[in-house]
């Protein structure tokens, strides 16, 4: 059975983000079914990740959700 909504899978995604694979990391946050409120479950402002990604992040997979329905 496959996990949604891991921290690897949040790493993973967040790894994409800062390494400028911002498609990557918008398909990855709509496979693995992250919304808002899960990228903010896993945020930690230790990790280097800045908040404002999160948005950008969940924006995307939105939008990928919305042109799939």
Request: net charge negative; proline share 0%.
């Amino acid at each position: 059975m496959k996990e949604y909504r891991t921290q690897e899978q949040f790493e993973e995604i967040m790894e994409s983000a800062m390494n400028g694979n911002w498609t990557q990391a918008f398909r990855e946050a709509e496979e693995y079914g992250f919304y808002a409120q899960d990228l903010i479950k896993y945020y930690n402002q230790d990790d280097g990740y800045m908040f404002e990604d999160l948005v950008y992040i969940a924006e995307g997979a939105a939008e990928r959700r919305y042109k799939n329905v």
